[in-house]
């Protein structure tokens, strides 16, 4: 499989060990799956066109006020077939809640004619923070093997183990979730022992380090 499918596979696993947290209040937070909920609360505010004009009026007004500065963009559906669209559905909500201030998707909420929609609690907009900046260790990852104007087959396993380490370091930061990082660490040295039996993997690496070597020679 290519690194981002595999990317893919491992924060699909990692993202169903969601509701099994060992912090009471992240279990609270969690409860009925905090993604779900995102998902829910994105939807039903794309529901409309209406509803999008709304909220880019919100926020329109929101600038012009000085209540925040917020870039004039709409919530992102998550797409079961786009790779890691979940992580940008999740980065663009909170993009949505800054800190301390009103919050646009807030103001959007209060509208009578929104009613149907339930907002989330800070509790779950903090374990949120820590899916989304454990997310972006994949979004990063996946950016640089996916580019397009450089050959990438050589730098996988490398990336691999970095990621791997990464990992390992959040893990320690965001203990709510450490369970679920520990799923991910599973599933990648899964697919990074199957990437090391491959001949191709192999060769990649020493041919990609051999053209290295001499361009350095001849520059």
């Known amino acids: 499989r290519c690194f981002p499918h595999v990317?893919?596979?491992?924060?699909?696993?990692?993202?169903?060990?969601?509701?099994k947290l060992p912090s009471d209040d992240a279990e609270v937070a969690l409860?009925?799956?905090v993604v779900a909920a995102v998902r829910k609360l994105v939807n039903a505010c794309r529901a409309s066109g209406q509803r999008r004009k709304l909220l880019e009026e919100i926020i329109k007004e929101g600038n012009v006020n000085d209540t925040f500065d917020l870039r004039i963009v709409t919530l992102l559906r998550d797409i079961d077939t786009r790779w890691l669209s979940t992580f940008?559905?999740?980065?663009?909500?909170l993009e949505m809640y800054p800190l301390d201030i009103d919050q646009a998707v807030k103001l959007l909420l209060e509208r009578p004619e929104l009613g149907d929609i339930t907002d989330l609690n800070d509790a779950q907009l903090e374990v949120l923070k820590d899916i989304c900046m454990f997310l972006n260790v994949f979004h990063t990852a996946q950016q640089i093997v996916s580019a397009e104007q450089t050959p990438t087959l050589s730098i996988v396993i490398p990336v691999y183990k970095q990621l791997i380490g990464i990992l390992e370091d959040l893990k320690q930061h965001?203990?709510?979730?450490?369970?679920?990082?520990?799923a991910s660490i599973a599933k990648l040295e899964e697919y990074l022992g199957?990437?090391?039996?491959?001949?191709?993997?192999?060769?990649?690496?020493?041919?990609?380090?051999?053209?290295?070597?001499?361009?350095?020679?001849h520059s």
């Open 194 to 217: 199957k990437s090391r039996s491959n001949k191709v993997y192999v060769l990649a690496m020493c041919t990609y380090s051999i053209l290295c070597l001499h361009s350095n020679i």
């Open 174 to 182: 965001l203990p709510n979730i450490s369970h679920v990082i520990k």
């Open 88 to 93: 940008l559905m999740i980065d663009r909500l």
């Open 7 to 19: 990317t893919n596979i491992s924060t699909k696993t990692c993202l169903k060990h969601l509701t």
């Open 31 to 33: 409860e009925g799956n």
